[in-house]
């Protein structure tokens, strides 16, 4: 099987002013900074990244932001920001598809898909989030509905696209609910959806992609995920607030 690196995201979502952004960078920074066995990435407010990326230059630390325009490089798409701009203030990944663009501003699989080629273009790792909501899974879809989200949001990716890509699995019911999905039903839908990557892209890029658990991770729970075979790391809301329960996570490979 292919050493796939894990990735440990932290999303930080719409909260830290610039000044908190950068206290809990430096404070991060050390923490974090002998973590070899897998990739650090933390996503500021837009505001915060170029700030942020200054401050982690030289370390261990990757910056994201936590969308980009499917637009151009530039033009008259007022509160958009380029894929470009993002590289130049910083970043080496983006999220595109998170279940919170999706469900409150109207992101569909076919924006994301656009999303990310942009971020390819622009020499940025997308990290493209799908999962289904509750009602779809009660109903007994959600394989179904994460199938055509992975299918449709990649539409615009070749097979080399494919290696270079993060996915993130996410189920809306999990997200910021304390409801994390047991181990066993993140790593059944992770086994899925590499296998629609593998009739899609071919098995090379389907066992190179690495593909994150997100919803409710926390440094008590980390660990069991990441002893799942298809789950490579994780993408981490509120607890990637606090340098010290971020770090944890980080570590979950410590007792
Ligand atoms: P959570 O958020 O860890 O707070 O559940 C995860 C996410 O939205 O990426």
């Known amino acids: 099987m292919t050493h796939r690196k894990p990735l440990i995201a932290g999303n930080w979502k719409m909260y830290k002013s610039v000044a908190a952004a950068v206290a809990t960078v430096l404070e991060l920074k050390p923490l974090v900074s002998n973590a070899n066995h897998c990739e650090v990435l933390i996503a500021p407010p837009f505001t915060a990244i170029k700030t942020v ?96 989200q992975i299918k449709e949001s990649t539409a615009t990716l070749t097979a080399e696209d494919l290696i270079r890509i993060v996915a993130a699995y996410e189920p809306v019911w999990a997200i910021g609910t304390g409801r994390a999905a047991t181990p066993e039903i993140a790593q059944a839908m992770h ?15 389907a066992s190179s992609v690495r593909i994150l658990y997100g919803g409710s991770v926390k440094p008590e729970n980390i660990a069991e995920y990441m002893r799942e075979p298809d789950v490579d790391g994780a993408l981490v809301g509120g607890a990637s607030l606090q340098p010290d329960s971020f770090s944890k996570i980080v570590f979950y490979n410590r007792d």
């Not at 499917?70 to 033009?75: H, S």
């Not at 086994?191 to 890029?205: K, Q, T």
Request: proline fraction near 1%.
């Open 53 to 148: 990326a200054d401050r982690v230059e030289g370390s261990n630390l990757f910056v994201a932001g936590q969308d980009v325009a499917a637009e151009g490089a530039e033009g008259a798409f007022t509160g958009e920001v380029g894929a470009e701009m993002l590289r130049e203030a910083g970043c080496t990944h983006v999220i595109v598809g998170h279940s919170e663009r999706r469900q409150f501003y109207g992101e569909t699989d076919e924006r994301v898909a656009r999303k990310a080629r942009r971020a390819l273009d622009a020499g940025l790792i997308p990290i493209i989030c799908i999962g289904e909501t509750l009602a779809e899974r009660e109903a007994g879809q959600a394989e179904a509905v994460v199938e055509r």
């Open 191 to 205: 086994h899925n959806v590499r296998g629609v990557f593998e009739n899609v892209f071919g098995s090379e890029a």
